[in-house]
């Protein structure tokens, strides 16, 4: 079992900037990619950004270029760094754990930190 616990959230005028954290106890050696889901109201839950063991990462379409994921192994944390936050990156974001190269099915979910981007 791995647990994550998510930190960082709050409110920000539009093109300030946030970094939320990721912290993973537990069953840490299992975990091979970490990232980032974000679901805002009536919508569907997408990946914002996810980065592998191997340090391999993958971005939506629409935070390329103004979203950094990044990992901290001998801390087991993740860290997403945003800026030029815009009204729609407005979200709960979450954070996933998995043993696999990608989140899915199976893996592991913090509470959630809630992100608001006034305009």
């Known amino acids: 079992q791995v647990q994550l616990v998510e930190s960082g959230g709050g409110l920000v005028q539009a093109g300030g900037s946030l970094r939320l954290s990721c912290a993973a106890s537990g069953s840490i050696f299992s975990i091979n990619a970490m990232g980032w889901y974000r679901q805002a109201p009536g919508k569907q839950r997408e990946l914002v950004a996810l980065i592998t063991s191997g340090g391999s990462t993958n971005y939506a379409d629409s935070v390329k270029g103004r979203f950094t994921i990044s990992r901290d192994n001998a801390k087991n944390t993740v860290y997403l760094q945003m800026d030029s936050l815009k009204p729609d990156d407005t979200a709960a974001y979450y954070c996933?754990?998995?043993?696999?190269?990608?989140?899915?099915?199976?893996?592991?979910w913090g509470q959630g930190t809630q992100v608001t981007v006034s305009s």
């Open positions: 996933g754990a998995s043993r696999f190269s990608r989140l899915g099915p199976g893996s592991s």
